[in-house]
């Protein structure tokens, strides 16, 4: 049985974590199909990554070539197009982010490749894949098969699968030489943009406390922000509080927002419509506050509060300032 291929993102030097969750499904599906797990490594000195990748795949290819520095779609399209030619996996997976989403289709289209995207399951059966996919913004789960060929190509939503961590495969890192001659001009990396001063990537938080309609007045997000940097964390947000402007899109939280996975998440006066949901199912912790005993939060949640957020939040507030000044 050929091998299952996952392409390792990274990020100014970091594996993001949705290459651990494709890495756990990966493997999964290689126990499954009795194959091996092969993680793919395209960049700049990732002898580091290569090790700690070995970790939790049976093989690591390693491409190493001052081109590959920065993500660039063309010259992977290139490299793992020669990869998949050579090798012919039955499956790539690719994160469905802005790496895949402009890598995969022009790579999937150059091989003739059946490609499905934005996954958050997948089945191999004789061979042929059949992939879970959500429709009508979450509101349905859809299974479909893709027609049967040598190799498929997928890419994963962010927080499908829970990544497994301490895992001590030792696999095997293999050095395979660049076949990039020339520079890229179709696209080149220009610069790294960082957030502007004062902002905030809500995706990175251990800690987000989100505020919903139950919020009612602009003038009470500076009393839950407190909350949120009193519990070392940020403030995130429902799709209501942007439509209002009260908060900038890049705090939303939900499928039209960010997908995010916080060790703790504190919904505050958020319904859990599905589609802010599908954004935030996946913490570790879920505590809810909602006034309806009927909101959909709590179906989610691991602990649930019904009462008024403006009682719960400054005696939450204080009570963990209490607890860190007896430490």
């Given at each position: ?221 500076p009393s839950v922000e407190e ?40 919904a505050l006066g958020i319904s ?27 179906g989610v949640a691991d602990f ?24």
């Amino acid at each position: 049985m050929k091998e299952i291929f996952v392409l390792a993102e990274h990020r100014r030097g970091q594996i993001r974590d949705i290459t651990f969750e494709m890495l756990t499904k990966g493997l999964e599906l290689a126990k499954e199909i009795n194959t091996t797990l092969t993680t793919v490594l395209l960049g700049k000195d990732m002898k580091e990554q290569a090790e700690k990748l070995s970790q939790y795949s049976n093989k690591v290819l390693v491409i190493d070539d001052a081109k590959l520095e920065n993500f660039n779609s063309e010259a992977y399209q290139r490299l793992l197009s020669h990869l998949i030619t050579e090798r012919k996996p039955i499956l790539l997976m690719l994160g469905h982010t802005s790496y895949g989403i402009d890598l995969a289709p022009s790579l999937a289209t150059s091989l003739n490749i059946p490609l499905a995207t934005d996954c958050i399951d997948l089945k191999l059966e004789n061979e042929k894949l059949t992939i879970t996919r959500q429709m009508y913004g979450g509101k349905v789960n859809a299974n479909g098969i893709l027609r049967k060929a040598e190799s498929y190509i997928v890419t994963i939503r962010q927080a499908a699968f829970q990544a497994k961590k301490g895992l001590s495969m030792n696999g095997e890192i293999s050095q395979l030489p660049s076949i990039l001659k020339e520079e890229m001009i179709e696209k080149r990396f220009i610069e790294f943009v960082l957030p502007p001063p004062g902002g905030v990537d809500i995706t990175a938080a251990d800690v987000l406390v989100g505020i919903g309609r139950g919020i009612k007045d602009e003038n009470e997000i500076p009393s839950v922000e407190e909350l949120a940097k009193t519990l070392g964390g940020v403030l995130a947000c429902s799709r209501p509080i942007v439509d209002k402007g009260w908060l900038p899109n890049t705090r939303q939280v939900g499928s039209s927002g960010k997908t995010v996975k916080p060790k703790l998440y504190i919904a505050l006066g958020i319904s859990g419509a599905f589609q802010h949901v599908l954004g935030m199912k996946n913490s570790d912790l879920i505590i809810a506050v909602n006034k309806d005993p009927n909101a959909p939060i709590f179906g989610v949640a691991d602990f649930g509060i019904v009462e008024d957020l403006f009682k719960i939040v400054p005696s939450l507030k204080s009570k963990i300032i209490e607890l860190k000044a007896q430490k």
